[in-house]
């Protein structure tokens, strides 16, 4: 009778769940409930099943996505308080190379720590989440032309486009990344998936952070208040994205618990 | 189900909610996820349904098949689907919460 209604199943489906299906119509005396219910299984399963491998596939590969955009988002966490400490204690000068190389570290990490939660959350909130990713993605890219286009000339103040400088581009592009980063901490905040008190600090981070900058740059904030904002910013910017990829590796591991029902 | 969260899972969509409930608290295979959901529910669960659900689920990535144990194939929550089930529940409690405040039965 089992085998029976196991071989109404088709062959594909069969290929991947006989064993274990043959196993739980074994544990117990099948009722006519429960042929009904197998006859209903291999008339949906004929109707229904297609492409199950490659969707499993698919979804392995969100729980990819998801984690390395969680190491990445930890990583520019560590890189930016790296960038923006040092900027501070070095009062805007020019620090060295290490500081360039932590800057371009940072951008590149934020990138794919933008992609990779992105991938992850727009699975549910497609326009949410792209539409926040899209100004620090393209921002990134950005500062990191200028950044390329000013090592290339070898001179910072040098024409590229438009009467712009690298440095200039870069500038800009690494603005966008600020003022992006706090819009995809608002995406991520609406979207849920992740953690809301990181997207907060993230968001907060970035407005502290960009205050500090333009007003330290600007002169527009009292001197007290800019420094204020600096030393906020310090903190809760790379805290936010920091917060944002523990926040990610902890839904990862929502994943992978113990078998702890494996023998049960 | 209360909410659209789910909505390509047709009839499926309640013993798919079932069976996520059932790996919250660690993998199970699939007479284990049978038995715990029927004790949860009260009521039965046949092994066609259990297994058209859990290709579903495993077809979306909700959930992600295990390596077998003495022939049996655990499964497990995946990230997308804690995310997927901890929404739908709070979803469920909203819903319920509006039902009892209209029937008199819960602070507005």
């Not at chain 1, 527009?220 to 523990?246: K, M, Q, T």
């Not at chain 2, 659209?4 to 909610?17: D, H, I, Q």
């Not at chain 2, 290709?55 to 689907?81: F, K, M």
Request: aromatic share 8%; charged share 15%.
């Amino acid at each position: 009778m089992r085998g029976l209604l196991l071989g109404l199943y088709p062959a594909r489906w069969r290929a991947r769940y006989a064993d274990e299906f043959a196993l739980v119509l074994a544990e117990r005396p099948l009722g006519p409930f429960d042929v009904a219910d197998v006859l209903l299984g291999a008339l949906d399963a004929h109707l229904h099943l297609r492409g199950l491998g490659a969707a499993s596939a698919h979804g392995k590969g969100f729980a990819m996505t998801l984690r390395i955009g969680g190491y990445a988002a930890i990583v520019c966490g560590l890189l930016w308080f790296i960038v923006l400490a040092g900027n501070a204690i070095n009062n805007g000068g020019n620090a060295g190379a290490w500081l360039g190389w932590s800057l371009l570290g940072a951008v590149v990490t934020t990138l794919v720590a933008l992609i990779g939660l992105s991938a992850f959350q727009a699975r549910r909130y497609p326009v949410l989440i792209w539409t926040s990713f899209a100004v620090p993605a393209v921002s990134a890219v950005i500062a990191l032309a200028g950044g390329v286009a000013t090592a290339a000339s070898g001179d910072s103040d040098r024409e590229i486009v438009a009467g712009l400088s690298g440095w200039a581009i870069g500038t800009i592009g690494m603005l966008g990344l600020l003022i992006g980063s706090g819009l995809f901490a608002i995406g991520t905040w609406r979207a849920r998936s992740l953690s809301r008190s990181a997207a907060s600090l993230l968001g907060v981070g970035a407005v502290f952070v960009v205050l500090g900058l333009t007003g330290v740059a600007g002169g527009f904030l009292p001197r007290e208040l800019a420094l204020i904002a600096v030393l906020l910013s310090v903190l809760a910017f790379p805290a936010g994205w920091a917060a944002l990829g523990v926040s990610a590796l902890r839904v990862d591991g929502a994943g992978a618990a113990p078998l702890e029902g494996a023998g049960a | 189900m209360t909410t659209n969260e789910m909505p390509e899972l047709g009839r499926f969509a309640e013993p798919s909610l079932y069976i996520l409930v059932s790996l919250s608290d660690g993998p199970k295979h699939g007479y284990a996820i049978m038995t715990d959901v029927e004790a949860g529910t009260g009521r039965p669960m046949g092994p066609g349904t259990l297994y058209a659900a859990l290709a579903r689920l495993e077809e979306r990535g909700l959930i992600e098949a295990l390596a077998p144990v003495d022939r049996r194939r655990p499964y497990r929550l995946s990230a997308l689907g804690a995310t997927v089930l901890s929404e739908q529940l709070n979803g469920l409690v909203e819903f319920a919460q509006l039902g009892l405040r209209r029937l008199g039965q819960a602070p507005r």
